[in-house]
Structures are given as C-alpha cells and as structure tokens.
C-alpha cells in the first residue's frame, strides 16, 4: 500500500502535554514515520497539548532514563523530517500562554483553521 | 478553503468527563466553531464523556475561576448554536446513569448508530 | 443506514491501558458492535494501550464488582466475533513488553503499517 500513501496529507492532533509524559513520544513518532513515507505531514497541538511547546519544558520530559533523548528531541526531530507544527490559539489563552512562551518554528492558527484543515486531510490521527 | 465547509457534517467524539475538566471545553468549542461555518454538528457523548450530562454536574466545573463561564454555560451555548447532543446508551448503562439523571435536549442513542453517524461524517474529531 | 455498514472496514486505536480501567471496555464494545453488523474490523493497541495485551493483566481488570466479565473476557469476546487485534512494535519497545509477554493471538505490526491502515480505513475511531 505504500505507493498511495506518497504524497498523501496527515494530520496529527496531539491534545496531551507534558503531565502525561508516555503519550507525548508516540504521536511524534506517527508523524516521523509518515513523513519518511513521503507524505505531507502537520502536527496540530491543542488542549494541554500547547504545553509541551513551552520554552523550557520539552527538555524535562525523558522517557528513557538511560537515554539522552527528550521530548525536546523528538520535537527538533520531527520539524528535520519536514513536519509542521501548529498550536491552537484559543488553547493557549485558555491554558495562560503568550507567544514569547512558544518555542521557535511552531505557528499559531485558530480553531477554525483546524476544522478546514481535518477536512482537507486524507488521514486525521487522534491522540 | 471556508466555502468547502458549508454543509459538511461534523462528528465530535467526546470521551471525557468531570474528573478531567481541562478536556472538557476545547471540543464544545470546535463544536461551535464548526457550527459558525455552517456546518451540520453533532457531539456525541461516550464513556466518561455522560459524567458531563448529568442534573448538576457541569455547574460545578469552571476553567476560569474568575469568569461567571461553567461548564453548563458552555454545553448551553452549545446547543443555541444549533449543534445536537447525542449520549451513548451502553456507556450510560456501564456508569449507571439513567435518563432521569440527563440534562434535557440530550438524545440517547446506541452504539450501533454511532457507527452509522461516523461512516456519514464528512469529519470526525475525537477527543 | 445499516446496509451502507456492511463491508466497510473499521480501524479502532486503543491508545489506553490496565492504569485507566474506565477507557478499556468501551472501545471493544464499539469493535463488536460493527463486526456485528458486517464490518470488517481491527483493534490496534499503541501507547499505555500495549498494557492490557501483557499476559495475566486484563484479568485484574474489571469494571462491574458484581459481574465475572474482566477486561480479558471482553478481549476474548472480541476475537470471538472476528475483530483482528495488532499491537503496535515501536510501542512494546518503548515501554519494555516483549513477544513472550504478548496474549495468543495478537499481531505485532510496525508504525508505518498502522498509517497504511488508517488511509485503507472507511472509519478510524481513536480512543
């Protein structure tokens, strides 16, 4: 099946951040693996997903306590594979966030953006 | 992209309740911003998502502790944007709640339909 | 509806553990659901989800005191009805499960397999 998977578009919605620490690698992890397919992948952090993109706060989040690898890594990872990451708007006023908090090459977009964006997607992954 | 939008039918999946009142809000309002693009919304409450629709419940959960906004506040302007709320029968069941226990203006609906409504939805967005 | 369900493929992601006994049931319930009314239907375990496929844990896991149905009894009650379980190879590795510690009869596929699934899915139901 990976032929039709080529330039097809992804869509990851991570909505949980760093006081869930083992559901922040894996929703990454997805979007690295569709991209190395050659697809076109976003990644849209909402909820207390805006958290992870916090200046200060990915590099605290280690899942491997023998590694070096954090979730700052994985973050730096998946914009070098080409992935893009946008942050809801109404999510970080919401959760008290400014746009100095944000770490660099993350874009900001509001919620109807998303809803235009999910339908445009060819697959929309849920975490 | 907005003009796509129009008519487009909408899913919102939501499986949280009280006991997690920071996800409790964002997918009322995806709801409603998806209803403002006129398109036709549903949210379909499951799991521990029911705990939100009970007599009294959502009253008590505020985001904001100086905003007069509740969780009510949000489910009622929810439904004056023209967005129906649908509750999961077997989910109501397994937490034992009973119609006599639902807010009004809620169906109850089955697993099966749920089924149908996602194979019918132009999106659906789980959270 | 219903005759539109019949041969559509059903993709449920399973992304909750043994730690949230109250996310466990219900996502079976909706793979049983549709296979019961002619879908084809897989459940792919990921993240915390790899837990409830360790061998001797979904016993521990019962939602109704008064009742003899454990989590494992709904895992076997799923297969029973035809639904395909896969459990996702990066997550195992990630939180130290081997294929010794795996239940009979779930599948062990790669993170690529899954996005391969979700764009050959007529539903993806995330949870």
């Known amino acids: 099946m990976r032929e039709d998977a ?13 006081d869930t620490p083992r559901r922040t690698y894996s929703p990454l992890f997805y979007a690295m693996a569709a991209a190395s397919m050659d697809m ?14 916090k200046k200060g706060a990915a590099e605290k989040i280690k899942l491997d306590p023998e590694s070096d690898v954090t979730l700052r890594t994985m973050l730096e990872r998946t914009k070098e594979e080409g992935v893009k990451l ?18 660099d090459g993350v874009e900001i977009m509001g919620a109807a953006t998303i809803i235009d964006l999910t339908l445009g997607a060819d697959v929309v992954m849920y975490f």
């Open 6 to 18: 080529e330039g097809k578009k992804v869509l990851v919605i991570q909505t949980h951040g760093i």
């Open 40 to 53: 076109e992948v976003l990644v849209w952090f909402t909820m207390d997903g805006t958290s992870q993109l």
């Open 86 to 103: 946008y942050v809801c708007q109404q999510s970080m006023t919401l959760f008290g966030m400014t746009e100095e908090d944000l770490l």
